[in-house]
C-alpha cells in the first residue's frame, strides 16, 4: 500500500465553516486570510475532492492521509470557535470517499475519543503546542488518550506569526522549520519516557531537527539509540535533505508525505528499495492500529 501522510484537503462542510467567520482563520471566497500573515489565493481545485482523487491515483497512492492544517490555529481559537470549525472539519472530512483518510483536531480527550470513533486515524497537533515549556504534562490528558486507543500523533506546523513584510515563502522556511526542529527535541526530552507505546510522525524532517544530534551530545545530552516508533515525514524535502536524515535515523522511521496542496510530492532518487520503504513499509507500521482495524 503506498501512502502519502501528510496532505491538506478541505470539504465543504469545513470550506463553509472558514467562510462563515469574520476573523482569522477564515476564507473570503478562495482567499485564506490568517492573522499577520500574506493572504493565500486557492484554485478552486485543489479543494474538489474528485480532482484531487486522480491526482492521488497518479501519484499512485493508495491512502491519502488529510489534515485542516495545525498552522490555521484552529487550537487556539476560544473553544466553541474551534469546536465549530473542528465539527465541521469532521463532518466533511470523514465522508470523503477512498483513498482519503483524516487527521482530527482535538481540544479534549473526550472529543479526541468521538472522532477516533467516528473514523479519524490519529490526532495533528501543533509543533510549537508540543514544544512549549510544560508540554508533555499539559498534554498528558490528550496523548494518552491517543496511545490507548493505539493510534498516532501527528505533528503539524502551528501557525507562523506575523511574517508581515517577509517573502510569501518564509513562513514555510523558518517559524515552521523552527518549531518542528524545537518539537523533535522536546519530545526527544522525555516523550518517549511518559509515553512509550504512542507513534509520533513529524512533519517535514522535523525541521531537520534529526540532524543535530552531534550537537546534542557536544553540549551535554545523552545520545540514545533511533526510536522505532518515532519517524519523519518528507514533505518539501529531496534528495539530500532526506538522504542526511536517513544517515542519522536510518531509513526505517523515513515515511512519505507531499504536503498538497502546498507542494508537489516527490521521491528521493535513493533507489527503489528505499522509495518502497519510505512510501509503502515505515508509514504502515505508524499507522499500523489503524490499518489492522480496518481490515478486522
Known amino acids: 500500500m503506498q501512502i502519502d501522510l501528510h496532505q491538506h484537503l478541505w470539504p465543504a462542510p469545513f470550506v463553509a465553516a472558514l467562510r462563515a467567520r469574520r476573523a482569522p482563520p477564515r476564507l473570503d471566497g478562495w482567499t485564506l486570510l490568517l492573522a499577520g500573515e500574506p493572504p493565500l489565493v486557492f484554485d478552486p481545485a485543489?479543494?474538489?475532492?474528485?480532482?484531487?482523487?486522480?491526482?492521488?491515483?497518479?501519484?499512485?497512492?493508495?491512502?491519502?492521509?488529510?489534515?485542516?492544517?495545525?498552522?490555521?490555529?484552529?487550537?487556539?481559537?476560544?473553544?466553541?470557535?474551534?469546536?465549530?470549525?473542528?465539527?465541521?472539519?469532521?463532518?466533511?472530512?470523514?465522508?470523503?470517499?477512498?483513498?482519503?483518510?483524516?487527521?482530527?483536531?482535538?481540544?479534549?480527550?473526550?472529543?479526541?475519543?468521538?472522532?477516533?470513533?467516528?473514523?479519524?486515524?490519529?490526532?495533528?497537533?501543533?509543533?510549537?503546542?508540543?514544544?512549549?515549556?510544560?508540554?508533555?504534562?499539559?498534554?498528558?490528558?490528550?496523548?494518552?488518550?491517543?496511545?490507548?486507543?493505539?493510534?498516532?500523533?501527528?505533528?503539524?506546523?502551528?501557525?507562523?506569526?506575523?511574517?508581515?513584510?517577509?517573502?510569501?515563502?518564509?513562513?514555510?522556511?523558518?517559524?515552521?522549520?523552527?518549531?518542528?526542529?524545537?518539537?523533535?527535541?522536546?519530545?526527544?526530552?522525555?516523550g518517549r519516557e511518559r509515553f512509550s507505546d504512542l507513534p509520533v510522525c513529524f512533519a517535514a524532517l522535523a525541521g531537520l531537527g534529526p540532524l543535530h544530534g552531534e550537537r546534542h551530545r557536544a553540549r551535554g545530552g545523552q545520545g540514545a539509540p533511533v526510536d522505532p516508533l518515532t519517524f519523519v515525514e518528507t514533505s518539501s524535502y529531496g534528495t539530500q535533505a532526506v538522504d542526511a536524515v536517513i544517515r542519522a535515523l536510518g531509513i526505517d522511521v523515513v515515511c512519505h508525505g507531499s504536503d498538497r496542496p502546498y507542494a508537489v510530492p516527490g521521491f528521493p532518487a535513493l533507489g527503489d528499495a528505499a522509495v518502497h520503504a519510505i512510501r509503502n513499509v515505515n508509514p504502515s507500521r505508524l499507522l499500523a492500529g489503524v490499518l489492522a482495524e480496518a481490515t478486522a
Open 46 to 190: 485543489t479543494h474538489d475532492a474528485a480532482a484531487r482523487a486522480a491526482l492521488a491515483a497518479d501519484d499512485g497512492a493508495d491512502l491519502v492521509c488529510i489534515s485542516p492544517a495545525a498552522s490555521l490555529g484552529i487550537d487556539r481559537l476560544p473553544a466553541a470557535e474551534a469546536d465549530t470549525l473542528a465539527d465541521a472539519w469532521l463532518e466533511g472530512a470523514l465522508a470523503l470517499p477512498a483513498p482519503f483518510a483524516a487527521w482530527t483536531p482535538a481540544r479534549t480527550p473526550a472529543a479526541l475519543e468521538d472522532a477516533l470513533a467516528a473514523g479519524a486515524i490519529g490526532l495533528e497537533l501543533a509543533a510549537d503546542r508540543l514544544a512549549a515549556p510544560g508540554a508533555l504534562a499539559d498534554l498528558a490528558p490528550l496523548l494518552g488518550t491517543l496511545e490507548a486507543a493505539g493510534r498516532p500523533l501527528f505533528v503539524h506546523p502551528g501557525p507562523a506569526g506575523d511574517t508581515t513584510g517577509r517573502p510569501v515563502w518564509w513562513g514555510a522556511v523558518v517559524p515552521y522549520v523552527a518549531q518542528l526542529h524545537a518539537a523533535w527535541w522536546a519530545w526527544a526530552d522525555g
